[in-house]
């Protein structure tokens, strides 16, 4: 890939994504598969103006190997020197950048349990920085392509050719090039992206709508109750210190957080889910006085009971997402088993955790009062895909009036 594409999609990363403004300290998490491009985001945190930049690596295959070798407790212990960087970001607010480039099939073969265990022993430890820095820092999530992700997207092609085509959907969906390969200005073209989004937004806030009823003919009959004072969010968001910034690169979704304890009815997939390594496919989900109490899978099925059960809050939806069906991600016709791209291909929903600053004045209220209010609380968001070309998503009015946002898999507005 053209290094001048590289560099603009780095810098939009760097500029719109983290939104990286003079001092601030920036944390980039990334794997070992893209050292030149990681390198090159770095340079753009520095001429945004950064005082700092870290970068922490990671490799995939060691962190199985520690999922395989070590005892239950020690996987899910959190080390001193773990909970000093907690505290590190708690007291400098840095902007926060993940670049994902990691196999989906590299965790494939673990024991699934075992690594649940670890993963709430953790997240006892972890909650409460990560609940005291919640809506503070500027972060953003975007991708780069390692060799095993690309042959996994592009199975029958070599891997470098394999590679330059995942870059390539990447650039085109991130608004880096256009469909033709051609050069954009990727922040001229996210600026006018993120307009669409407040034009819907304010017209789905200002609705009133009381509950979601979702309907398609592969069976999907869900009705899922909304938070009185909860708001749909869509393209960029604001710090509680009033920083403007893009959390994920690429998207294409206005969500909202819904009232946890509020479901009704069952729904259908609609795209696998690669979680943790595996793919869970075919599956439907029941819903009962707003929990999960059914599921089957085709493919999997035991996996979707355990993240189901990985928590109370596991058992709830924390995120109601509305993405057309004629998404640019979607028309690409790519799976790229990967949930930053696959959740923006069609409607989603999450299970875990739901989001505080979709709830208006949210920085009025703690923790607690917020999952008072309806806001789910789980270790886990799992976001899994359930548009169609025939999905109609009908908002209900507190006066009992229907006010259509989606039809035949489309807005209606």
């Known amino acids: 890939m053209k290094r001048t594409l590289l560099r603009n999609y780095a810098r939009l990363i760097a500029r719109t994504g983290g939104a990286v403004k003079k001092k601030d300290t920036v944390i980039i998490q990334a794997a070992l598969d893209q050292p030149e491009f990681i390198t090159m985001l770095c340079d753009e945190c520095y001429k945004a103006g950064a005082e700092r930049v870290i970068v922490e690596w990671s490799h995939q295959p060691v962190k199985k190997l520690g999922i395989r070798h070590m005892k239950a407790e020690t996987l899910g212990r959190v080390e001193?020197?773990?909970?000093?960087?907690?505290?590190?970001?708690?007291?400098?607010?840095?902007?926060?950048?993940?670049?994902?480039?990691?196999?989906?099939?590299?965790?494939?073969?673990?024991?699934?349990?075992k690594y649940s265990q670890a993963i709430q022993s953790r997240y006892k430890v972890i909650k409460p920085y990560r609940d005291e820095m919640d809506n503070k820092y500027k972060w953003c999530i975007a991708a780069a392509?390692?060799?095993?992700?690309?042959?996994?997207?592009?199975?029958?092609?070599?891997?470098?050719?394999?590679?330059?085509?995942?870059?390539?959907?990447?650039?085109?969906?991130?608004?880096?090039?256009?469909k033709e390969g051609n050069r954009l200005d990727p922040i001229e073209e996210w600026n006018k992206h993120s307009e669409s989004f407040k034009k819907r937004c304010k017209i789905l806030n200002e609705a009133g709508l009381t509950a979601l009823?979702?309907?398609?003919?592969?069976?999907?009959?869900?009705?899922?109750?909304?938070?009185?004072?909860?708001?749909?969010?869509?393209?960029?968001?604001?710090?509680?210190?009033?920083?403007?910034?893009?959390?994920?690169?690429?998207?294409?979704?206005?969500?909202?957080?819904?009232?946890?304890?509020?479901?009704?009815?069952?729904?259908?997939?609609?795209?696998?889910?690669?979680?943790?390594?595996?793919?869970?496919?075919?599956?439907?989900?029941?819903?009962?006085?707003?929990?999960?109490?059914?599921?089957?899978?085709?493919?999997?099925?035991?996996l979707l009971r355990e993240m189901i059960s990985m928590d109370e809050g596991a058992s709830m939806l924390g995120e109601c997402a509305f993405v057309p069906y004629d998404s640019p991600i979607n028309q690409s016709g790519i799976m790229f088993y990967e949930t930053l791209f696959?959740?923006?291909?069609?409607?989603?929903?999450?299970?875990?955790e739901g989001f505080t600053n979709t709830v208006t004045d949210y920085f009025r209220y703690s923790k607690k009062e917020l999952h008072g209010m309806g806001v789910n609380d789980s270790s886990i968001h799992v976001d899994f895909m359930i548009g169609t070309n025939d999905l109609s998503i009908t908002g209900i009015k507190e006066n009992g009036e229907n006010f259509p946002i989606f039809i035949d898999g489309g807005w209606a507005f």
Request: aromatic letters at 10%; proline letters at 5%.
């Open 80 to 113: 001193c020197y773990e909970e000093a960087m907690l505290k590190y970001r708690l007291e400098k607010n840095p902007v926060m950048i993940y670049i994902l480039s990691e196999d989906p099939n590299g965790l494939k073969g673990i024991n699934q349990s």
């Open 145 to 178: 392509p390692g060799k095993e992700w690309a042959k996994t997207v592009y199975p029958e092609e070599r891997t470098s050719t394999a590679i330059e085509k995942l870059w390539r959907a990447i650039l085109y969906t991130s608004r880096v090039i256009d």
């Open 213 to 302: 009823h979702y309907k398609a003919s592969n069976g999907t009959d869900l009705t899922v109750g909304l938070m009185k004072n909860g708001n749909f969010l869509g393209g960029g968001e604001h710090t509680l210190s009033g920083e403007y910034f893009n959390p994920n690169i690429p998207t294409e979704e206005i969500f909202t957080t819904p009232f946890a304890g509020k479901a009704e009815g069952i729904v259908y997939s609609s795209m696998p889910l690669s979680y943790r390594g595996e793919i869970i496919d075919g599956f439907s989900i029941t819903f009962r006085d707003g929990k999960a109490v059914d599921c089957s899978a085709e493919k999997n099925e035991k």
């Open 342 to 352: 696959d959740e923006n291909a069609a409607c989603h929903l999450a299970l875990g």
